[in-house]
T-cell receptor
Framework: GQNIDQPTEMTATEGAIVQINCTYQTSGFNGLFWYQQHAGEAPTFLSYNVLDGLEEKGRFSSFLSRSKGYSYLLLKELQMKDSASYLC??????????????FGKGTTLSVSS | NAGVTQTPKFRILKIGQSMTLQCTQD?????MYWYRQDPGMGLKLIYY???????DKGEVPNGYNVSRSTTEDFPLRLELAAPSQTSVYFC?????????FGPGTRLTVL
């Protein structure tokens, strides 16, 4: 079966660093995605990892270890606007299912001042 | 570009009614998807399409139907609405390695 696990909730303060972990067990692997979703809005793309290692994009970084089935999203210099749900998603089927995604349940991050 | 647009934004249905959720993208993407998102749950794939005239089932297709007559449009049909279909529905299209999501349709079945 397909399974993606991530913590349900996390809290942090402005200016801090937070790491959101994601572990996955899927039938195949063609990439791991992180999306940000503010309440009542659509998910927006943050990052994509297909090879092991760290991808950095401004205040956000994403890490992947395929052998461990593990990824994390690192958010630096937290701001109040970073309060949102962060969705980990895996593309398990490659071209067989149009690169559709399996999503975790999301991690709700609350940033306080 | 408007990106991915969905209508309506909100809808309340009675049990047994039918409706079509509209989805349109103007980015000429071949791949399109329908997901549903229930509170506290991840997005679940309902149907997907790899191009005009080609559709296939995702994880949770029961109670839904789709069609893809053009590249731009990918409507989702509910024939006999049930309370279990109360959810937020997102349409998405794919560009290389990024899925673009529409703003969603919040559907309540009473």
């Amino acid at each position: 079966g397909q399974n993606i696990d991530q913590p349900t909730e996390m809290t942090a303060t402005e200016g801090a660093i937070v790491q959101i972990n994601c572990t996955y067990q899927t039938s195949g692997f063609n990439g791991l995605f992180w999306y940000q979703q503010h309440a009542g809005e659509a998910p927006t793309f943050l990052s994509y990892n297909v090879l092991d290692g760290l991808e950095e994009k401004g205040r956000f970084s994403s890490f992947l270890s395929r052998s461990k089935g593990y990824s994390y999203l690192l958010l630096k210099e937290l701001q109040m606007k970073d309060s949102a749900s962060y969705l980990c998603a895996v593309s398990p089927w490659g071209n067989q299912a149009g690169t559709a995604l399996i999503f975790g349940k999301g991690t709700t991050l609350s940033v306080s001042s | 570009n408007a990106g991915v647009t969905q209508t309506p934004k909100f809808r309340i249905l009675k049990i047994g009614q039918s409706m079509t959720l509209q989805c349109t993208q103007d980015m000429n993407h071949n791949y399109m998807y329908w997901y549903r998102q229930d509170p506290g749950m991840g997005l679940k794939l309902i149907y997907y399409s790899v191009g005009a005239g080609i559709t296939d089932k995702g994880e949770v297709p029961n109670g839904y139907n789709v069609s893809r007559s053009t590249t731009e449009d990918f409507p989702l049909r509910l024939e006999l609405a049930a309370p279990s279909q109360t959810s937020v529905y997102f349409c998405a299209s794919l560009a290389v390695d990024e899925q673009f999501f529409g703003p969603g349709t919040r559907l309540t079945v009473l």
